[in-house]
């Protein structure tokens, strides 16, 4: 499957972005999905997940409440709301989608085996 993320950009401390990850290719809902973010000199860290269905999600404790993933199976697309932005939240975000294990939710990046390119998300104070 191929991954195109969209959506970042530049937004004061408090505001709002949506990212998109549209998909291509193999059947989207065989997918588990994740975003995944990475600051300047810092790893990339997971953000949030989300099964195959869309009926269970989680979240990195430091955007639980702010961020909310969604995706549409008829669309193949995968969505990342963030509220209540907040300077650390500024990285390039990236999607990803994996299959190898039975699993209903991914959080490492190392079980998804499909990588966007990433959009870049920055937050001004």
């Known amino acids: 499957v191929q991954l195109q993320a969209s959506g970042g950009g530049l937004v004061q401390a408090g505001g709002s972005l949506r990212l998109s990850c549209a998909a291509s290719?193999?059947?989207?809902?065989?997918?588990?999905m994740g975003w995944f973010r990475q600051a300047p000199g810092k790893e990339r860290e997971f953000v949030a997940t989300i099964s195959r269905s869309g009926s269970n999600t989680d979240y990195t404790d430091s955007v639980k409440g702010r961020f909310t993933i969604s995706r549409d199976n008829a669309k193949n697309a995968v969505r990342l709301q963030m509220n209540s932005l907040k300077p650390e939240d500024t990285a390039v975000y990236f999607c990803?989608?994996?299959?190898?294990?039975?699993?209903?939710?991914?959080?490492?990046?190392?079980?998804?085996?499909?990588w966007g390119q990433g959009t870049l998300v920055t937050v001004s104070s």
């Open positions: 290719g193999r059947t989207f809902s065989n997918y588990v």
């Open positions: 990803a989608a994996g299959s190898r294990f039975g699993g209903v939710l991914y959080y490492s990046a190392a079980w998804y085996n499909h």
